[in-house]
């Protein structure tokens, strides 16, 4: 089984509809990340967490929130979902003791579409 | 601020000719460096890491990156191309203070010709 799990696999939704897109680890790491992809931008840092009690925005977490359910489960959610929010979703984890070193792994992705 | 600049959007070579893609970064204080590729339809695998001592790298699948602190550059390279290469690569740079925040590249898709 997959170390990093996300769900669903792809979604299509309607613009103003909350969506929710779950990750789950079986590797033990304190650290969940969320990303998106967009062709010609690479990845950016949507959220990231460190532990259950600590989550911290990145670069563009506008129009998103996340809950850290537990240490191996971490949700996005779209309250009111848009067109321009149309990307591919990774969510990401890390162990905790590096500062910078240590690799992050990610899951197969989401494509979220919205209409 | 960090930031990481992949100057080649596409590229194509032949199978087996050699393959060197381009990566300068901007970090204030010694980078965590990484190559991360990204085969269609799949998340991102990591194909070597820099943290410190020797400046060449060896990763997975017959590739290799060399830090250049003079350059700010993290090239990744590989003498011989496999069909199986084609995927988009992207670099990356770890945050020391901001707890493991990756700042990535904009990334480089590799077209493999037979």
């Known amino acids: 089984d997959a170390d990093v799990t996300q769900t669903p696999r792809n979604r299509i939704t309607k613009t103003g509809k909350r969506i929710m897109l779950e990750c789950s680890q079986t590797k033990g790491h304190d650290r969940m990340y969320w990303y998106r992809q967009d062709p010609g931008l690479g990845l950016r840092l949507i959220y990231y967490?460190?532990?259950?009690?600590?989550?911290n925005k990145g670069e563009i977490s506008d129009g998103y929130s996340v809950s850290r359910q537990a240490q191996a489960k971490f949700s996005l959610s779209l309250e009111s979902a848009i067109p321009n929010q149309t990307a591919l979703y990774f969510c990401?984890?890390?162990?905790?003791?590096?500062?910078?070193?240590?690799?992050?792994?990610f899951g197969p992705g989401t494509r979220l579409t919205v209409l | 601020a960090q930031s990481v600049t992949q100057p080649d959007i596409h590229i194509t070579v032949s199978e087996g000719a050699s393959l060197e893609l381009r990566c300068n970064y901007s970090y204030g204080a010694t980078p965590y460096l990484f190559w991360y590729v990204q085969s269609p339809g799949q998340g991102l695998q990591l194909l070597l890491k820099?943290?410190?001592?020797?400046?060449l790298v060896q990763g997975i699948k017959g590739f290799e990156a060399e830090f250049k602190r003079s350059q700010s550059s993290f090239n990744l390279r590989k003498p011989s191309v496999h069909w199986s290469d084609a995927a988009e690569y992207f670099c990356?740079?770890?945050?020391?203070?901001?707890?493991?925040?990756?700042?990535f590249g904009t990334g480089t898709s590799l077209t493999v010709i037979p």
């Open positions: 990356a740079v770890g945050a020391v203070n901001t707890g493991n925040q990756f700042y």
């Open positions: 990401a984890t890390s162990d905790l003791g590096g500062s910078g070193r240590d690799e992050q792994f």
């Open positions: 820099y943290f410190s001592g020797d400046t």
């Open positions: 967490s460190f532990d259950v009690k600590d989550i």
